[in-house]
């Protein structure tokens, strides 16, 4: 079985789900090693689930630290961060990441111009091309600005939200901007994740879209992240199959997980 490496508890504000439930269950799902992605994206808008997004770094690393040591002879535990990426934020974001010794840090876009792609009012009055061209051009801005992160989540998961889902996306309506999200990212060494939470979602592909894991690859991209982005334990390591199927297609022999922000690579 794969690690997962982007994972959920109640340290994020959209779980509920125990720490100690998670990693009990990477255990009888075979895995080796796991690490937890706990969101932070800084204020954000109150006008949904009024959620509050700002992670609670002391009690968070008080608990891990504690149950990694608990469960150390069973299963490898990391701890990680998934940092909801704003340039209005970059000075928060970087002492965030600089001032807690995570061992892996996702950079996502959740906000884009402070508004969720998740609720339908970002899709409002405007065609669905305008709204991935305002996403991905925002993915752009954001790994051009930000360095200190490992991978980008879930590169394309925009496409999980419109009504039509993917029937107007192709990796190629949007090659000129991917091409230079990919080329800022190998050139910055970052990687990539593939979040098989596309799969859930109904999506026939995880996301990003495996024409943009080969043209990665074809880059000269070198770092690709597994994870299911499992926010209850049911979704734990969901799809790892057909992931590594996929990646394998892909043209690569191995994939990667991260201890102390440094990249270990493992054969497929
Ligand atoms: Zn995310
Ligand atoms: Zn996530």
Redesign the pocket.
């Known amino acids: 079985m794969l690690s997962d490496f ?1 994972l ?1 508890s109640h340290y ?1 504000a959209d779980s509920e789900t125990l720490p100690e439930d998670v990693i009990e269950t990477a255990i009888k799902l075979g895995m080796k090693c796991i690490c937890f ?1 706990e ?1 932070n994206d800084f204020e954000f808008p109150k006008n949904h689930d009024n959620f509050d997004f700002t992670l609670d770094t002391k009690a968070y690393f008080n608990e891990l630290n504690t149950l990694k040591e608990k469960y150390s002879s069973r299963i490898d535990v990391r701890i990680g961060l ?1 940092a909801g990426l704003e340039i209005c934020f970059e000075d928060r974001i970087n002492n965030l990441i600089n001032n807690n010794s995570f061992d892996f840090v ?1 950079g ?1 876009s959740h906000l884009i111009n402070r508004l969720d792609p998740y609720y339908p009012e970002f899709f409002e009055n405007r065609t669905e091309k305008e709204c991935f061209e305002e996403y991905f051009i925002n993915i752009l801005d954001n790994v051009k600005t930000f360095d200190n992160f490992d991978v980008y ?2 590169l394309d998961y925009i496409v999980r939200y419109p009504d039509t889902k993917d029937k107007y996306y192709s990796y190629s309506a949007f090659g000129d901007i991917i091409d230079e999200i990919l080329r800022t990212l190998i050139y910055k060494g970052k990687g990539i994740e593939v ?1 098989s ?1 596309g799969l859930r979602c109904g999506l026939t592909f995880p996301n990003p879209h495996p024409d943009i894991i080969k043209r990665y690859k074809e880059l000269g991209g070198e770092i690709l992240t597994i ?1 299911s ?1 499992a ?1 209850t334990t049911e979704y734990i390591g969901k799809y790892f199959d057909r992931i590594e199927d996929i990646i394998k297609a892909c043209g690569f022999e191995y994939y990667t997980i991260f201890k102390n922000r440094k990249p270990e690579f493992i054969k497929l």
């Open positions: 982007h959920h994020s992605t969101h998934e996702i996502s989540g879930h979040n939470g994870g982005d926010h």
